[in-house]
């Protein structure tokens, strides 16, 4: 009999914690703990040099079409912290801050002369010795970018890393 009445108490118990208010109580906490989890996400960090100090946006434009291109490593443009730096910073101490790079190379008539210059700097501030070039959708690789990437092993030690798409 006793263990009728405590096996009837225990369902009481079920039931009463399985109502609908304790489910929605439930659901909530998981809801609150996803957002403060969200909130807490680390980013990739990516140091891009040869980009204006505020420009980060033609940055994510690129890793977002990488992303849609099915390119896991590129994940997506939330999940990266684009942080521009100047190429005669103290490059050495970043280093060890960061461990992904990138060199924006521009498209304008000046681009090679103006990349060059800024690998240079990186080169002679202890700067990354690999970097991914970033650059705008449609940049063929033959020209500009191969010629970068020569010049960038043979003068100065850099591997400069060109995606296909």
Same mark, same amino acid.
């Given at each position: 009999?006793?263990?009728?009445?405590?096996?009837?108490?225990?369902? &009481?118990? +079920?039931?009463?914690? $399985? !109502?609908? *208010? #304790? %489910? =929605? @109580? /439930? &659901?909530? +906490?998981?809801?609150? $703990? !996803?957002? *403060? #989890? %969200? =909130? @807490? /996400? &680390?980013?990739?960090?990516?140091?891009?040099?040869?980009?204006?100090?505020?420009?980060?946006?033609?940055?994510?434009?690129?890793?977002?079409?990488?992303?849609?291109?099915?390119?896991?490593?590129?994940?997506?443009?939330?999940?990266?912290?684009?942080?521009?730096?100047?190429?005669?910073?103290?490059?050495?101490?970043?280093?060890?801050?960061?461990?992904?790079?990138?060199?924006?190379?521009?498209?304008?008539?000046?681009?090679?002369?103006?990349?060059?210059?800024?690998?240079?700097?990186?080169?002679?501030?202890?700067?990354?010795?690999?970097?991914?070039?970033?650059?705008?959708?449609?940049?063929?690789?033959?020209?500009?970018?191969?010629?970068?990437?020569?010049?960038?092993?043979?003068?100065?030690?850099?591997?400069?890393?060109?995606?296909?798409?």
């Amino acid at each position: 009999m006793r263990q009728a009445q405590a096996l009837e108490a225990s369902e &009481a118990d +079920a039931r009463a914690v $399985d !109502a609908p *208010v #304790a %489910d =929605a @109580h /439930v &659901a909530n +906490a998981h809801v609150a $703990d !996803a957002h *403060v #989890a %969200d =909130a @807490h /996400v &680390a980013k990739i960090p990516l140091a891009v040099v040869g980009l204006g100090s505020k420009q980060r946006e033609p940055v994510i434009a690129r890793l977002d079409e990488w992303s849609r291109l099915g390119r896991r490593w590129a994940a997506t443009p939330e999940s990266w912290e684009v942080v521009p730096v100047d190429a005669d910073a103290p490059l050495q101490a970043l280093c060890a801050r960061y461990s992904r790079w990138a060199l924006w190379v521009r498209s304008d008539a000046e681009a090679f002369a103006a990349m060059y210059r800024t690998l240079r700097l990186v080169s002679e501030h202890q700067g990354p010795k690999r970097l991914l070039a970033l650059h705008e959708p449609g940049l063929p690789r033959a020209g500009l970018l191969e010629n970068l990437r020569a010049a960038a092993t043979a003068y100065l030690g850099i591997e400069l890393l060109l995606l296909a798409r």
